[in-house]
């Protein structure tokens, strides 16, 4: 059974901190690797995708990749209120068309 | 990206009727299509894979009989919930895989069964 793991929450976190949100999982041979932001009631939107190991960077966002490791991070810079939601982790296998697998997630308030 | 419609948002019914949600992949044709459904305060949970012109590959557990998946076309898949209980009340939610490890959600219905 493919499992992803996050760190548990509620994270809470001042206006203007870093966050950083952590994820493993147990299949070595997963490829591709998201993180996804939920509001309550709505659905998932896309954060960052990453594919190789090391950092990378997009505006406030910044995903790392271990794969050796079997584990990936999304820091947030400079946290809004509005970064307020819950952080899905997502795994997905060899091929383009696999099946994406999602953490458990990780709530997350920005307190102003 | 690709656009993926899905409807209806939100649907009330009565225990024992069936609910078709739709997810409409708009500009992408989209061979593989994925199920979720999402209780609260929970994460998204794989139901099955749709496949364009074949059967869906169920995840463990899933019964196939009760949630009915059809893929009939490049554009559409549809999840029926069939004599619908309020233990199936959640939020069901697709996604169309675009290739490249790229996937776009749809909206997501909220499924409420009284």
């Known amino acids: 059974q493919k499992e992803v793991e996050q760190n548990s929450g509620p994270l809470s976190v001042p206006e203007g901190a870093i966050a950083s949100l952590n994820c493993t999982y147990s299949d070595r041979g997963s490829q591709s690797f998201f993180w996804y932001r939920q509001y309550s009631g709505k659905s998932p939107e896309l954060i960052m995708s990453i594919y190789s190991n090391g950092d990378k960077e997009d505006g406030r966002f910044t995903a790392q990749l271990n794969k050796a490791s079997q584990y990936v991070s999304l820091l947030i810079r400079d946290s809004q209120p509005s970064d307020s939601a819950t952080y899905l982790c997502a795994v997905t296998g060899e091929t383009s068309y696999d099946k994406v697998i999602f953490g458990p997630g990780t709530s997350l308030s920005v307190i102003p | 990206g690709a656009v993926v419609s899905q409807h209806p948002s939100r649907v009330i019914c009565k225990s024992g009727t069936s609910v078709k949600i739709e997810c409409r992949s708009l500009?992408?044709?989209?061979?593989?299509m994925f199920w979720y459904r999402q209780f609260p305060k929970k994460s998204l949970m794989l139901m099955a894979t749709s496949n364009e012109g074949s059967k869906a590959t169920y995840e463990q557990g899933v019964e196939k009989d009760k949630f009915l998946i059809n893929h009939a076309s490049l554009t559409l898949s549809t999840l029926t919930v069939t004599s619908a209980h309020p233990e199936d009340s959640s939020f069901y939610i697709c996604?169309?895989?675009?290739?490249?490890?790229?996937?776009?959600f749809g909206s997501g219905t909220r499924l409420t069964v009284v």
């Open positions: 500009d992408f044709q989209a061979t593989t």
């Open positions: 996604s169309v895989a675009r290739g490249g490890g790229g996937y776009t």
